[in-house]
């Protein structure tokens, strides 16, 4: 009798498991899985199409405290130098000079679009110098909202890439995290030693940890 009903048993649940119904409910279980994980994580700029805007559509580009001074300047370019590795991947190299007789300072700007941040609570990028040509070991960074900007400073950036991953707690200074407006990447004279080099940047998303 028990043997009859455990065989009762073990038919059901193969019936039920090729229904239609049971198929479909698996599938937006995976379904729902896959948009946890993607919530989880936003990429904001990967470069990987070697060219602007960024991945929510926003303008990117370096920039300079006064462009009359040619002793001190930002310049920005993609490079085929992804940092996963990928050959098809590309990232930005910043070359930096602040060695200068003025007050020096100049950097990257990327454009956030008003984005809607308050789901997640950490920003994640990463950096590598060249050891060729030198490179800062620490940058400033600083993200901004309608009410100004709150700054970070990035130190133990080497000749390998690095994933930084900065909690939002460290930004102090932001009020609104529902709309980010701008990413900042700053090289100025106190904190870039030494005063000339170049720096790669890529893959800046907004993760939940």
């Known amino acids: 009798m028990k ?7 073990a ?5 039920l498991l090729g229904t239609p119904a049971f198929i479909h409910a698996q599938a937006d279980e995976q379904a729902q899985a896959t948009e946890n994980m993607q919530a989880t994580e936003m990429v904001i700029a990967d470069f990987d199409t070697g060219d602007k805007p960024n991945n929510i559509g926003g303008d990117f580009g370096s920039w300079d405290k006064d462009p009359a001074d040619e002793s001190q300047y930002c310049n920005m370019s993609f490079e085929p130098d992804d940092m996963f590795g990928d050959p098809a991947g590309y990232s930005i190299r910043l070359d930096y000079d602040v060695n200068s007789s003025n007050p020096a300072y100049n950097g990257f700007w990327m454009k956030l679009n008003n ?7 950490t920003i994640n990028f990463g950096l590598k110098g060249d050891a060729a040509k030198g490179y800062t070991k620490r940058i400033k960074i600083e993200l901004k909202d309608a009410n100004g900007s709150s700054p970070y400073i990035v130190s133990g950036i080497t ?4 994933q930084f991953s900065i909690p939002f707690e460290k930004f102090r200074r932001i009020k ?7 990413f900042v990447v700053v090289f100025d004279d106190i904190n870039s030693v030494p005063k000339e080099g170049s720096v790669y940047f ?7 940890e």
């Open 3 to 9: 043997r009859n009903i455990t065989l009762l048993m």
């Open 11 to 15: 038919v059901f649940a193969v019936v």
């Open 115 to 121: 984005f809607d941040a308050s789901g997640h609570n």
């Open 159 to 162: 000749d390998e890439w690095q």
């Open 176 to 182: 609104d995290w529902s709309a980010l407006t701008e």
């Open 202 to 208: 890529d893959n800046l998303t907004f993760s939940t």
